[in-house]
């Protein structure tokens, strides 16, 4: 598609509980990127992809968070045992070879 | 550590004129220089990019690069209300197509009719 591709939109899980997101990016694009938004305009990187593998993750806190993108399925993110402090709004992004990144419309994850 | 610093603001502008938003950043590798606008609760919107030394102009936006000074600005002319958002400057690395972007904390702009 034309659109990067993010749902849900809106996720709601207890403390402890698991919380997945999915990203389908723009058709021809080879370059996946997840960040997430916390307190209005702070964007923190959390990983990349190129195609299916993984080319940077040094955002990732690894302990509890994990990322696949795999061929012929949309992109996902995975939360396990999510914390008050993962409360954001996650955003996906797709480019190709050093185009700029365009977005989606994120998923807002609220952790009760 | 990358870096990208930016004026929070807010800044107030009055309509019809010309609004200016810096940023910068501490990568001197650093290759592509972008620009983003975002409205409250929305995602963010590609307005500019640039690569190369000086001005690149688009409609009523213009980028600036410095890369010397590693300093990029953003005009935007005959400011609108519409306008009024959040500006991100955002920069990419030279590790190639998957170098993800590094983000202000944006500059919260305010056109007043």
């Known amino acids: 598609g034309e659109e990067v591709a993010q749902t849900p939109k809106h996720l709601v899980r207890g403390e402890g509980q698991k919380a997945k997101l999915y990203c389908a990016p723009i058709k021809g694009h080879s370059y996946v990127f997840w960040y997430q938004q916390v307190l209005k305009n702070e964007f923190k990187f959390l990983i990349s992809f190129q195609n299916e593998n993984v080319f940077d993750e040094t955002g990732m806190p690894k302990e509890r968070f994990s990322a696949k993108c795999l061929p012929n399925s949309p992109c996902s993110l995975e939360i396990q045992a999510t914390k008050l402090e993962d409360s954001a709004v996650y955003f996906c992004a797709s480019s190709q070879w050093f185009s700029p990144l365009h977005f989606g419309n994120g998923t807002r994850l609220t952790v009760t | ?113």
């Open chain 2, 1 to 113: 550590q990358k870096e990208v610093e930016q004026n929070s603001g807010p800044l107030s502008v009055p309509e019809g004129a010309i609004a200016s938003l810096n940023c910068t950043y501490s990568d001197r590798g650093s290759q592509s220089f972008f620009w983003y606008r975002q409205y409250s609760g929305k995602s963010p919107e590609l307005i500019m990019f640039i690569y190369s030394n000086g001005d690149k102009e688009d409609g009523r936006f213009t980028a600036q690069l410095n890369k010397a000074s590693q300093y990029v600005s953003l005009l935007i002319r005959d400011s609108q209300p519409s306008d009024s958002a959040t500006y991100l400057c955002a920069v990419r690395g030279s590790g190639g197509g998957a170098d993800g972007l590094t983000f202000g904390k944006g500059t919260h702009l305010i056109i007043q009719p």
